[in-house]
């Protein structure tokens, strides 16, 4: 049963940063990309960052590059998200997910990952 659990958010001044966590098990995910999602109240759920399993290549999302950093630990099965200079805007619920990677190229939309975790709030205060 493949499970991904993060954690780290919380309320934070602008400015402020965080870091999420996100433990993936259940399966091995070296075929697999590891993404970030966010979704604030009333839009949809929109692409952060991604990562590679296996290779380490990054994409992330225009509003996110240069304060946001994502990075993975193979020992401890575990993505991370640094999160500095933190906006207002940045406010949301923060999800994991993991797809299988079939195709070349990035994933960037929610259909292309299979697994999901719970998600954790951030709230960046003005």
């Known amino acids: 049963q493949v499970q991904l659990v993060e954690s780290g958010g919380g309320l934070v001044q602008a400015g402020g940063s965080l870091r999420l966590s996100c433990v993936a098990s259940?399966?091995?995910?070296?075929?697999?990309?590891m993404g970030w999602f966010r979704q604030a109240p009333g839009k949809e759920r929109e692409f952060v960052t991604g990562i590679r399993w296996s290779g380490g290549s990054t994409h992330y999302a225009d509003s996110v590059k240069g304060r946001f950093t994502i990075s993975k630990d193979h020992a401890k099965n575990t993505v991370y998200l640094q999160m500095n200079s933190l906006k207002p805007e940045d406010t949301a619920v923060y999800y994991c997910?993991?797809?299988?990677?079939?195709?070349?190229?990035?994933?960037?939309?929610?259909?292309?990952?299979?697994?999901w975790g719970q998600g954790t709030q951030v709230t960046v205060s003005s």
């Open positions: 997910a993991a797809g299988l990677v079939q195709v070349a190229g990035v994933f960037t939309t929610p259909s292309q990952y299979d697994y």
């Open positions: 259940g399966r091995t995910f070296s075929s697999y990309a």
